[in-house]
């Protein structure tokens, strides 16, 4: 392994993807290693914004059926240009709500309980919130979640086994929810493997993919998946709180929206204003309410840079910034007492490394006051994420002499190992 800095300035010379960095307003000397939890700006995802606000300006109410591009059909002309992105039909995808909202209308849609089946498996590691979502959504079922919501044991406490995973697969679960991508440890799980285990025992399989899309290639139809879910604001850079996403295979297309909206109608009688629902054809069923064009447009920006550069373009950078990451690691910190948790296969891990220390907190909250903007997660992990369009092989080697001179220097130390509010 090649950890040198000399190393790193080659790899930056034979980067085709170098030329993007300029695309994205990136603050002076600061190394930027968050995108994995909110990737930054784009000029592009600037114009499409500015774009939107424009036709609002200049046309009003018009705007949703005027102009270069109308409102009434914005969120289904992005859909089908995001639904490449994830290895889906352009009809199986649908630019919508957030990860939490999106989950509970998978789950109302496709979740139909009977004294045989109830029981929907998660695992232990998963986000808060897709648990929350589980367990509110059981309890207006009528059911105990302590009794049908049950969740995959990890081995140690950071990454999950296909045997932990099939071991759960009994004969009364209806539903398998787990992220693409473990949060914490960076643990890229293998969707296909699980959907094919899954099926096999009659059980509907919904991935969380808020930690790989926009950084790790999907297929999710060719996969057979039946359901995903997923922000944009990560690696696909739509701003915060930016319009999430979901995923339902075509062979469901026939179930009734579980919860209904107006803007999951038929388009060409949604505005007869008839009590009757008029299901639409696709994913575009299961959106709800009026989208949030200010929160969506940002995204049309963003999808242009996926697109010019392809998703396994962006994919190969990704796993060698992660790769000489955690090689620099090893070679520059092994004395220090990071535990590097993420998996070391291509194949097992998404686009960042997750470092374990007992001082992660107050080593974040230096690191930043380097001009590092690292991640934190209770209790214990340092997550950092180089991102294919605007991080540098470089920028990853000074990140590493950064936290190295934290460490020599013990200046961690003056601060508290208290996460912030927000970590």
Known sequence: MDTTKQFATD??????????????????????????????????????????????RDKGIDGWTEGEEPWFMYPELLSERVAKLVGANGTEVMVTG?????????????FHPTVERSVIVVDELNFPSDIYAVESHLRLRGLNPAVSLRKVKSNDGYTLTLHAIEEMLTEDVAI??????????????????????????????GFDLAHSVGAVPHQLHTDNV????????????????????????ERHHHELPGLAGWFGSNKTKQFDMSHDFSKADGAGAYQIGTPNLLSTAPLSGSVELFEEVGMEAIRSKSLALTKYLRDLVHAELGTYGFVDVTPTADEARGGHIALAHPEAARICKALKEANVIPDFRTPDIIRLAPISFYSSFVDVWEMVQRLKKIMDEDTFKTFSNER????
């Not at 994205?24 to 600037?46: I, P, T, V």
């Not at 995903?228 to 990560?234: D, E, T, V």
């Open 98 to 110: 957030s990860i939490t909202v999106n989950i509970h209308q998978m789950l109302s849609t496709l």
């Open 11 to 56: 790899m930056d010379s034979h980067d085709k993807m170098r030329k993007y960095k300029v695309e994205f307003y990136l603050s002076e000397n600061q190394l930027y290693m968050d995108g994995n939890s909110l990737g930054l700006m784009s000029k592009r995802s600037e114009a499409t914004l500015h774009k939107l606000i424009s036709s609002w």
């Open 176 to 205: 398998l929810l787990l992220p693409s991508v473990l949060y914490r440890s960076g643990q890229l799980l293998d969707l296909g493997r699980i959907t094919e285990m899954a099926h096999s025992k009659g059980i509907i399989v």
């Open 420 to 423: 912030n509010v927000v970590a």
């Open 226 to 249: 039946d359901f995903a879910i997923w922000c944009h604001y990560k690696y696909m850079n739509s701003g915060p709180g930016g319009t999430g996403g979901l995923y339902i295979h």
